[in-house]
């Protein structure tokens, strides 16, 4: 038997003069500082740069974040796979 296809969040950004974006399927924030915020989206490795980013929502059961701040870039990569379980942030940052 078939295993059932996991259906992809719908991914979007909206950005409204650089300092504000809304985006919809994120399936996990892998991290942020004030100059740059990484997500994990339906479509990839989302990397977002600027200068004062802040994370202003994070809606987790619908894979929406909103971010504030001035926005200079947003770049995709292929995704970096699912991190092991119960891998935290700091074990991946000192690799």
Do not use: C, N, W
């Amino acid at each position: 038997m078939e295993e059932p296809r996991q259906r992809a969040k719908p991914h979007r950004i909206t950005a409204d003069k650089r300092a504000h974006a809304m985006i919809s399927g994120v399936e996990e924030v892998i991290s942020f500082d004030d100059r740059e915020v990484v997500l994990e989206t339906s479509q990839g490795t989302l990397t977002i740069k600027g200068e004062g980013l802040k994370v202003s929502r994070l809606t987790v059961e619908q894979g929406e974040v909103d971010i504030g701040g001035r926005m200079d870039s947003f770049a995709y990569t292929e995704s970096r796979g699912k991190r092991a379980q119960g891998e935290s942030l700091l074990s991946r940052l000192f690799r």
